[in-house]
């Protein structure tokens, strides 16, 4: 008797699933959330949270030391403005730079490394619903960096101003610069994060590349303005330093190298694009 004619079925059990049907989108809200818990180090060991956790810190730093310098002195001493919002990122450029490193390789590597994405696209997540939902996991903690600590600033100018309100009314349109400036960071870090870490299941490969390419391009970039003068165009082949000099734009601090607002945003637009296209050209067949 063969392999086959021995088979027989012993046992036959189901469960029915009795809880609430959510649909596609809190689908990829859940892969976002999770995804985004783990690249943070929950369920992890302590050490996976301290790297994260302290960036975040660091990121805070320079909003609560003139927040706290204000509420120290108080009324007493008229305080400069020590921290001018379209410097902030600036001081923490590179604090985003590694966060991004860190965590968006954690988002993508453990996926391909373990080949488990077949059993995400074998439910309700399509591909392009997958690579959504990291993108939303990269995306929000970003912004923890890029908005809420310049946006706690804000408020907190605003509170430690003898005329709370006076001051928001005189800087009413520093808060949409802050949000608009957040999100331009953001999106173009998350994208260019995930697209590095797309293309290997290897994270250190991944953190290296990404850190490698910042510190390429802005020699490259160095290297030709310096060769080249006259045509400080070039500088915008730093993909590290551009989007922050683009926020400078974005608060109407023209900078000093007379690099116009579209030179700037036409290369932020192309880093974008081309992440985008280097996720669809990974994640579009991997459903076949």
């Not at 046992?11 to 699933?17: C, E, I, M, N």
């Not at 928001?168 to 870090?189: E, Q």
Request: glycine letters at 8%; proline letters at 5%.
């Amino acid at each position: 008797m063969s392999a086959r004619e021995d088979a027989r079925l012993v046992d036959l059990g189901f469960t029915r699933y009795k809880s609430e049907r959510k649909g596609r989108v809190s689908a990829v809200v859940s892969l976002a959330r999770w995804s985004a818990l783990r690249a943070l180090g929950a369920r992890r060991p302590w050490t996976a949270k301290v790297v994260p956790v302290a960036l975040v810190m660091l990121a805070f730093g320079p909003a609560l030391v003139v927040l706290g310098a204000r509420a120290i002195v108080g009324d007493q001493v008229e305080l400069p403005e020590i921290l001018p919002y379209d410097g902030y990122y600036g001081v923490i450029g590179v604090v985003v730079l590694v966060f991004v490193a860190m965590t968006t390789p954690e988002l993508l590597c453990p996926d391909r490394r373990d080949r488990v994405l077949d059993l995400y696209l074998a439910t309700a997540v399509s591909p392009f619903e997958y690579v959504l939902g990291k993108f939303l996991a990269a995306l929000v903690p970003l912004l923890c960096l890029t908005f809420v600590p310049q946006f706690t600033l804000f408020v907190g100018n605003a509170i430690f101003d003898k005329d709370a309100f006076g001051y928001l009314r005189d800087n009413a349109d520093i808060a949409p610069k802050i949000i608009l400036s957040g999100l331009l960071l953001a999106v173009y870090f998350s994208l260019l994060g995930l697209a590095i870490s797309s293309l290997t299941d290897r994270r250190p490969f991944a953190v290296g590349g990404f850190l490698g390419l910042m510190l390429i391009s802005a020699g490259i970039a160095g290297s030709l303005v310096g060769l080249y003068e006259g045509t400080p165009e070039f500088e915008i082949i730093a993909l590290g330093i551009n989007p922050i000099a683009l926020v400078q734009h974005v608060f109407g601090n023209f900078d000093d190298e007379g690099i116009s607002w579209t030179w700037r945003f036409g290369s932020w637009l192309v880093v974008v694009l081309s992440s985008s296209l280097v996720l669809w050209l990974r994640y579009r067949r991997a459903a076949r």
